[in-house]
């Protein structure tokens, strides 16, 4: 029963973000327009408030909405969607150990292109992720904004080949494989040193220093790998 439970839920959920994605890809929701409440949302779509919450909070990560306490939630003027269009089977099979080898390849290199790139709105976007994952109150919450800078970070590349690849890794790190490795692995300790590390990346990128950044990215990943695997 209470896997019939979770599994609806996860069906309204859904049902949730298609609503407000293909709404604003169809322009019956425009930039600015204001969201139902949670509590319009829980009870349309029958799913518990906390489900809505989350599904609220993946769409501000991904850009596609804000949120403002006492005013409500809006849609927001970034392009909608995200990675939401990959096929979760495209990316089924991909190992965390396979993942972080590719990451480890693939990011560093985004620092020439960032620094080259970026704009001030890129790196107000790479501030509020930041801001959001050290206040988070949950793992889970944390982990979303920490994957949503890194999709910040390849956003401010402004080179759509390399903002899908990155779409791609936000996906595997989306698999429950992966959530079960961070759960057992990411204590508060590290959690505060992954900060210091994101921290340590979006400052040299601002100075538009892209030898450091590239340094402090590397430092970052071989962390996070050795957190995960112990080498």
């Keep these: 029963m209470a896997i019939n439970s979770r599994a609806r839920s996860r069906e309204g959920a859904q049902r949730i973000r298609d609503y407000i994605l293909a709404s604003a890809a169809e322009g019956s929701l425009t930039p600015g327009t204001k969201l139902p409440t949670e509590r319009q949302l829980a009870r349309r779509f029958s799913v518990p408030r906390n489900a809505v919450r989350r599904t609220l909070a993946q769409l501000e990560a991904e850009g596609s909405i804000t949120r403002h306490v006492g005013r409500g939630t809006f849609l927001a003027g970034r392009s909608l969607g995200g990675n939401s269009e990959i096929p979760a089977s495209s990316v089924a099979h991909t190992s965390p150990a396979e993942l972080m080898e590719a ?46 800078l890194h999709q910040a970070l390849a956003e401010a590349t402004h080179n759509r080949f390399v903002i899908r690849i990155l779409d791609l890794v936000t996906a595997v790190r989306r698999q429950a494989e992966w959530g079960k490795l961070k759960d057992r692995i990411v204590t508060p300790e590290r959690r505060i040193r992954y900060q210091e590390e994101h921290r340590d ?18 430092t970052h990943l071989q962390h996070a790998r050795r957190n995960l695997f112990g080498f």
């Design 201 to 218: 990346i979006v400052r040299a990128l601002k100075e538009r220093d892209a030898e450091n950044a590239r340094a402090s990215v590397i």
């Design 103 to 148: 990451r480890l390849r693939i990011e560093p290199a985004l620092a020439e292109l960032i620094v080259t790139n970026a704009t001030p709105a890129d790196f107000e976007r790479m501030e509020m992720c930041l801001e959001k994952a050290e206040k988070a109150g949950t793992l889970d919450e944390f982990e979303l904004w920490d994957a949503a």
